[in-house]
C-alpha cells in the first residue's frame, strides 16, 4: 500500500468525516376499536361489542389487543378474525373480558402460528370453526414476499418520496406458478410499471414506511390469497 501523500493527509485531518444514521421506529397504526358488551366468557371468540370507531375495515389476522383502558394491551391480545355488528370474531385467547373491556385493532399483521384443533369425530379446524382442507398440505398458499420497510428522505421541494418496490414470491404447491401480481397502497402515484407487474416504484405521499400490501395469484393454490402487509406510517 502507497503512503498517504503530504496534500491528501492534510485534507484527511481537517476534514470532518461522519456518517449520518437515521431510525424508523414503525408504530401500527389504530383502525378499529371498539369495548365490550357485557361480561364475556374466559377465552370467548365471539364477542358482543358496542362502541365500534372504524378509521380502516381491518383484515383478517390484524393484531387485537384487550386492555384495560384505551389502546392498552394488559389483558392480552388475539387475531382479529371478522366483525358483523355486534359481534367481533377473533382467534384463541385466554382473556377474561369483562364488561367495557377495550378492544384495539392494529394495522399489522404479526407472524405468529395458527394452530389446528381436532375434535372427538377427528374433524380439523382452525380458528375456533374455519374447516381445515384436505389438500393444505399438499397445495400450499403462495408465499407472498416483498421485503423490508422501505424508508426514503423527502424531496425538500415536492415533499414526496420515491420509493421502489419489487416482489420475489415464490409458488409452493407442486405444479404451480405465478399468474398475476397486485400491488395496493393507501396513496402514491405509479412511476414506472404498473400495479399489476412483479417491480415498480411509487411516488407516494409523505412517507416514512411504505411496503404495499402484496398479493400474488397463482394458477394452482387454496382460495385464500397470500398477502404481506406493512402500510405506509399513519
Known sequence: MSAISADNLTRLR????????GLVVYAPATIWSAQVNGTQTTG??????DGVVNTRTPGKHFKALFGSTAG????GEARFIS???????????????ADNTYITVKEEIAPQSIHVAIDDNDVVS?????AYGSNYNTQYIP????????????????????????????????????????WTWRGGTVVTGSTTTAGTSGAERP?????AHARERFSRRRPSPASCTCPSWP
Open 83 to 97: 366483525y358483523s355488528a355486534p359481534t367481533l370474531n377473533v382467534s384463541a385467547h385466554n382473556t377474561v373480558l
Open 207 to 211: 412517507l416514512l414506511c411504505g411496503c
Open 44 to 49: 370467548a371468540r365471539a364477542i358482543a361489542v
Open 72 to 75: 392498552a394491551r394488559d389483558l
Open 126 to 130: 382452525e380458528d375456533g370453526n374455519e
Open 14 to 21: 481537517t476534514t470532518i468525516h461522519a456518517t449520518k444514521l
Open 143 to 182: 408465499l407472498a414476499r416483498c421485503g423490508t420497510h422501505a424508508v426514503a428522505y423527502l424531496d425538500s421541494v415536492t415533499g414526496l418520496a420515491t420509493v421502489n418496490f419489487y416482489q420475489r414470491s415464490t409458488a409452493i404447491a407442486n405444479g404451480a406458478s405465478i399468474s398475476s401480481h397486485l
